[in-house]
Every structure is written in C-alpha cells, then in structure tokens.
C-alpha cells in the first residue's frame, strides 16, 4: 500500500513563498503520477499540478501556470509544490496525491492515494 507523507505547509503573509514536500513510501505503477490538489472551506478540491514520475513531465492547471512549480527529487519519489508569490486566496489544506496511467489529471476521483494534507495559510 503506497503511502503519501505531506509537509511543509504554514502561514505566510500575501507576496511570500513556501514548498510543499510529498514523499512516496515506494514507486508503484498505481502510483506513477503524483499530483498537488488544494480545497478552500466551502470549495471542491481545485488541481494544481501533476508530474510524471519517470520521465518527469509536468502537467499544470492553466490557473496555477507561473506561480507555481511542481518538480521531483532525484529518487523521484519526493515531489515538491514551490508555491511564490503567494495571495490569499492561495489559502487552503493543500493535498499530495497518487494515481495510475489513465484517467484524467484534473480528477480526484481518479487519483487512489492521497497524503494527509497541509494548511497554507496566506495573510494580507
């Protein structure tokens, strides 16, 4: 069972910059692309971003294209979420999450493996 370990949420003030971390117990095909999604109180959960774990190409919501970059680490499973310019409608429980070939990106419901999740707290 592949688990997703999330961390490096906070609190930061609008204009800042802050970096998700995923780690990924164990490369799985189930698990072959690693995503950010976020949810805001009141809201669906939004796509962000995902990469594909072997050949490393990323895939990006059109909203979220220039602000932020997804990116992998060497043993390509620890995926990072740098998040600049940050405002605070960026505030929200930020999610990792893990899905198979197939499907669409932008869907959670596609996605079978999810982290615990990580507040981003962003103040004017």
């Known amino acids: 069972q592949v688990q997703l370990v999330t961390s490096g949420g906070g609190s930061v003030q609008a204009g800042g910059s802050l970096r998700l971390v995923c780690a990924r117990s164990?490369?799985?095909?189930?698990?072959?692309?690693m995503g950010w999604f976020r949810q805001a109180p009141g809201k669906e959960r939004e796509w962000i971003a995902t990469?594909?774990?072997?050949?490393?190409?990323?895939y990006y919501a059109d909203s979220m294209k220039g602000r932020f970059t997804i990116s992998l680490d060497t043993t390509r499973n620890t995926v990072y979420l740098q998040m600049n310019s940050l405002r605070p409608e960026d505030t929200a429980m930020y999610y990792c999450?893990?899905?198979?070939?197939?499907?669409?990106?932008?869907?959670?419901?596609?996605?079978?493996?999810w982290g615990q999740g990580t507040q981003v707290t962003v103040s004017s």
């Open positions: 999450a893990a899905k198979p070939p197939g499907g669409r990106l932008m869907l959670p419901a596609d996605y079978p493996y």
């Open positions: 164990e490369y799985t095909y189930a698990s072959h692309y």
């Open positions: 990469v594909h774990t072997r050949n490393t190409e990323a």
